[in-house]
Each structure stands twice: as C-alpha cells, then as structure tokens.
C-alpha cells in the first residue's frame, strides 16, 4: 500500500505499528496471534457449524435439503434475536432472565389486544413494543438506579411475569395469531429476485463501509490494511451468501402442485437488526461506552462516562429487541398460550455463550451470538430428524455450552499466561 | 526557587468531623518540574491530591492556577485547566485496546460516528512524544500489557489532553526494577514537555531519581518543600516520620 502515514524520520519515527501493516500474510500472521491470545471471537462456534453440519448430514438424508435449510433458519430466527437482545445486557456483564417470558407476555397483550379487543394490529404491535421498553424502564430502575443485581431484579420480574401472561390469557387458554402481515414474517418468503437483490445490498453497503473506513484513515494519515483482505472478504459474503440464496432459491415444495422458493421474509428483518445492533457497538460512543462499562466500570465513570444510563439503556435495549424475538416465535407457532418464553431464555444465554459472548461483560458481538444461536438451533433440528427423545437434545445443548465455554476458558488462561511469561 | 509556580496552595485546610487532616497547607508545583509529595500513612497527601482533583474539595484556602485564584469544586474544574490524576488502579479497561482507552470519554466523531483514524494518529503521536517503544502495536488490548506499559498508557491519556498539570500517585508501587526505570524514565520526559508533573511516592529512592522538588507532609503539614539538591535521604526520611524539622521553618505540632 501507498498510504503508510509519512512521519519525521529519526530515532523515535514509527515504532508502534497500528498492527494493520503488512501484507496478506502479516495480517493472517497477526490474526492467528490474537486467536492463540484469548480472542477467538466467533471461531470456535463457525468450526462448530461446519462439524454439526457435516455430522448431521451423514446422519439423516433430509438435514442438507433445501427445506430443511429454509426450516433450519426460521426455527432459529426466534433464538437468535433473543440471543442478540441478551447481547447487549451480557456486555454490560448484567444479565436478562426475564427477556423470555417479557417476549412472551408482550405478544400476549398484542394478540388478545388484537383477537379480544379489536386493536388494529399495528396499535396492538405499538402497545407490546411500548411494554417491553417499560420493562427495559423497569429493569434499569431497579439495578441501574436502586442498585440491586441484575439477576435478581430480572429473576423477579421472570415470575412476575409469568404471572402477567397467565392473567391475560388465562389459565390453560391459547390465542390464535390471526395477523397475516406477522404470520408472513416466518411463514412467507420473499420473490426469488427480491433475494439476489438482498444478496446486492448486503455487498454495497460492506463495500461502502469499508471504503469510507479506509478514506477516514487515509485521510488522518494511518495506514490501512492491504485491500486484499477487503476483496477476501467480500468474496466470502459472495460465495457463503451466494450459496445460501441459491438454495432458498430453489424449489423445495413437498408437492409438485405448487411452488415453494425464495428467501423467507425473516432473514433480511434479522440481517438489518444484526447491522444496526452492531453499527451502534462499533461505530458510537454509545457502543464504545458499552464496552467500557463492561470492562470495568469504574475507569468508565472516571472518563467522565454516565454509567447509568449505559446500563439503563442496556436493559432497555434488551427488553424491546426481546419483543421482536417474540414476534418471531408467535409468527412460527401461529399461536400464543401462558408459557410462552419461559424456556428459551436459558437457551438465549447458552447461545450467546457459545458464540463467544462473555458472562463477565465487555467481549462479544451480536454476530457472535447469531453463530452460537445458530449452533444450537442446528443441534435442535439435526437431533429432531434423528427422531432422538427430546431429552437427548438438553443433554448434547447442556455438553455444547460445557464445551465452549471450556474452550473459552483455556484460551483465557493461556492469553493471560502469555502476558507472565513477557 | 526562582521558578514561577503553575499552581499554588496558600493555607489549605481539610477536616473529616473532628479529625482535621490538612493543617493549612502551602504548596507549589512548577511547570517542567518534578515535584515529589512523601509522607507516611495518614500524612494527608491522598487528601491533598483530591483537592488539586476536585474530587474531595479543601474546607478553606486559596489555590492559584497562572497567578489567578480558581475554584476546584469539581473534577470538572480541574480538568478545564489542565490538571489531570493518574491513579495507582490506572482506571484502565481491559478488554479495549490502547487507542480506545486514551481516548475513553472524549472519542473524535466524524459524522456522528467514532473516527478511528483521527484517535489512532493522536495516540500514536502522544505516545511517540514519550518515546514510548515498549509496545508493538498501538492496537493491543490493555489485558495483553505489562503494568509498566499499562502506566504508561495512563500517562500518555493525559498528555493527550494536554494536560498541564499530571498528578501520578504511587506510580511504581507495583511494578519490577525495570518497569520502574521506564516509567520515571517518563516521567522525567513528561517534564521536559513543560508539564508540571507532581508524584506521590513511599519509594525514596525513586523520588531522589526523579524529582526536581520534595516536599515531605507530616501529620496534615507541609514540613518543607526543598529542590531535591538541597537535601539529603536520611533528612527527609527524618521529616517524614516526625524525627526532624526543616530548619526555618515552625516546629511542627
């Protein structure tokens, strides 16, 4: 590259690199230091994905169709977005038990707002995102402000709430989602044109965010990494992304009568929240501050930092992408009962986890939730077609979540005996 | 001492209840100049830096920044003129890199968005202006360094917000003989930038490496502030614990 910044030569000139110098090899050189370093980043669940496929599809006939593919995505859609709200909690190194059942009692009050009382469903839909904001409101009070933990707090509200759904609903009821435009989110696909055009933007707006990265350093006078890497990169979203919409884009009816392909509708809503989510991590203060309360929250209020009302929004951020994932799993179901979320939000943690996302705070991206969430929905799927009893599928997820966070652990060591022995 | 102070305490005073911890302290530090601040456990040297922060401010008496009184009632008043606190726990995160920790609080936008470019050139520029050479990489995680490098990252935060004045307390408590070498190696390097760097220290040895002033506090008073030249280990040992007083000076309760 041309754009190495031009400094007074003498004893003292370039010493320090940025750690972006170098060519291909240098970068892949200083990647694979960081890796044995401690930060594996979403490595570990990636490899994990490639095993559990490979595994699976010499196991039953069926887990490599197209379906099953398009199935696969939709069943995790729900624990991804879930495991991406917790994302944001689990930075601040707090924790959201109650991020499930708020999932499910904020589609409780949409559908019986919706079914019972006759709210226009986009008004049903503003009441249970302005619910799960409140809860968010709620949560930050108690731990931000009053000062209890997290885990308390939200353990609290996850029976409270169970309670709440129950009395909605009512004991033993189940309600009927009868809104199309939410029951297209997981059970519609987008035109199979309309998925090659996704494919397109994704590219444009890595490409635009890569350039003008580049330009805002060139500009300050720091080096960028070879552009090499930038064309890797965006020849692995062309094949990885081109391969995924090559098979949704195929024909994967279970009848010759009527065709069924194209990308479902939820995959371009989870890819945008997954964009935003991380733009606002990266890229603001916001996303900086949330990091550093989670590293260590005392430096973060000395640099003049309102960790307050970092953690608050933090809550409050959870709780609202909660409500989405909620969406999701009402629009896979078709219907909500009293339990609804119990459950998955333990399953919410272990995915975060398992992609990388760190109990303790500070470490982690929403993409590395995503992976984990998608390790563990394949391990769902793939065990279902096996027709194993379902208690085989809390064993091997439970042994899964074991692992990696073994495997976490033992980097971490090492990582922190490297920096001994310096 | 003819230089010109930066900042001067005239007859400061600070009580906890009953227990009054400053006496009416008069104290100065000179730009350029290393100013060590000894005293044992309990002398009010902790009490006398958070009132130069603003964090804790003084009951009464008057502090002169450039000649002028001001008022430190709050970190922020100390901060808009240049004095900045390196603390012993270095207020550090781990889990960001050198460039994201000097910038910490105070990130350059461009757009609305953190301009990683901008911070990146400014860290490197003020760790290069302290001869810094010990790291490889301006973007490695702070877990990943050593503590004198980690000192060194806090040092560096507050030459980048040009600070005037650098308050470092205990600043080779914990690190090895080589570690402590760099560190007042830059300490010494702060000075000649013109900044007025004032160091609190139990190490007397350090102090007799580095400072151009000692000013050894006993029981809530300032027993002596001498150029290091003027004075001899064994005497400030002796003021430190009570045993001696500066000749000329009252003698202390």
Not at chain 1, 34 to 50: C, D, F, H, Y
Not at chain 1, 159 to 186: F, H, K, M, N, S
Request: proline residues 3%; hydrophobic residues 50%.
């Amino acid at each position: 590259m041309t754009d190495t910044r031009t400094t007074p030569s003498g004893p003292d000139a370039v010493l320090i690199s940025s750690g972006v110098e170098g060519g291909v090899r240098d970068q892949v050189r200083a990647w694979w230091h960081r890796v044995r370093g401690g930060e594996m980043g979403a490595l570990p669940a990636s490899a994990g994905i490639v095993v559990l496929t490979v595994l699976f599809a010499f196991l039953s006939p069926f887990f490599l169709t197209e379906r099953n593919f398009a199935n696969l995505l939709t069943q995790a859609a729900t624990l991804v977005m879930l495991a991406m709200a917790l994302t944001f909690v689990l930075l601040l190194g707090e924790i959201d038990l109650s991020a499930g059942v708020t999932s499910g009692m904020t589609m409780a009050l949409f559908v019986v707002l919706n079914n019972v009382f006759g709210v226009a469903w986009p008004l049903a839909l503003l009441a249970a995102f302005g619910a799960g904001l409140a809860t968010g409101l709620v949560i930050g009070f108690f731990v931000a402000k009053v000062g209890i933990p997290s885990f308390v707090v939200t353990l609290g509200l996850f029976l409270g709430y169970q309670g709440l759904a129950l009395t909605i609903i009512g004991d033993g009821g189940l309600y009927r989602l009868q809104v199309p435009e939410i029951l297209a989110i997981q059970n519609a696909n987008l035109p199979v044109w309309a998925g090659w055009v996704m494919l397109l933007v994704i590219l444009a707006v890595v490409s635009a965010t890569s350039v003008l990265d580049r330009r805002r350093r060139t500009r300050a006078g720091v080096p960028n990494r070879t552009i090499t890497l930038l064309w890797a990169k965006l020849g692995v979203v062309v094949v990885v992304g081109g391969a995924v919409v090559g098979v949704l884009s195929q024909n994967r009816s279970a009848s010759p009568a009527n065709e069924l392909a194209g990308v479902p509708v939820v995959v371009p809503i989870v890819l945008t929240i997954l964009w935003l989510g991380t733009f606002l991590l990266d890229r603001t203060r916001f996303g900086r501050y949330v990091y550093s309360v989670g590293g260590n929250a005392e430096a973060a209020r000395r640099a003049g930092i309102n960790v307050r009302l970092i953690r608050w929004s933090g809550f409050m951020l959870c709780s609202t992408l909660a409500v989405v994932a909620g969406l999701f799993s009402i629009s896979k179901v078709g219907s909500i009962d009293a339990a609804a979320g119990r459950e998955i939000v333990l399953s919410g943690v272990a995915a975060a986890v398992v992609g990388g996302v760190s109990l303790f705070g500070g470490r982690g991206r929403l993409l590395n939730a995503a992976v984990g969430a998608l390790v563990i929905a394949i391990i769902t799927n793939g065990l279902g077609l096996l027709n194993l009893p379902a208690g085989v599928n809390f064993m091997v997820t439970g042994s899964v979540l074991v692992l990696a966070a073994t495997v976490d652990a033992v980097s971490r060591s090492r990582a922190s005996g490297m920096v001994r022995r310096n | 001492m003819t230089d010109v102070p930066i900042i001067e305490l005239q007859d400061v005073r600070k009580s906890f209840g009953p227990v009054s911890v400053l006496q009416g302290i008069d104290f100065r530090a000179y730009p350029g100049k290393v100013t060590a601040l000894v005293g044992d456990n309990g002398a009010g040297k902790s009490t006398l830096i958070k009132g130069l922060a603003g964090v804790q401010p003084y009951d009464s008496g008057t502090v002169l920044f450039d000649g002028e009184p001001v008022e430190l009632q709050s970190p922020r008043d100390a901060a808009a003129l240049g004095i900045e606190v390196v603390y012993q726990d270095l207020a550090l995160c781990d889990n960001l890199d050198i460039v994201q920790n000097m910038f910490l609080g105070r990130e350059e936008l461009s757009r609305g968005t953190l301009d990683e470019g901008v911070m990146e050139r400014d860290a490197s520029d003020a760790l290069r202006s302290l001869s810094v050479r010990t790291m490889t990489s301006v973007r490695q995680k702070v877990a990943s360094l050593s503590g004198g490098q980690r000192q060194t990252v806090a040092i560096a935060r507050a030459v980048l917000k040009k600070a005037r004045v650098v308050i470092l307390d205990e600043p080779t408590a914990a690190l090895g003989v080589a570690q402590t070498a760099q560190v007042l190696a830059l300490v010494e390097r702060l000075a000649h930038q013109g900044v007025a760097v004032i160091i609190i220290s139990h190490n007397l040895q350090d102090v007799f490496e580095v400072a151009d002033y000692v000013a050894p506090l006993y029981l809530g008073h300032l027993v002596a502030e001498v150029p290091i030249g003027a004075t001899t280990y064994d005497d400030v040992v002796g003021y430190i614990t009570g045993s001696k007083t500066f000749p000329g000076s009252e003698t202390v309760a």
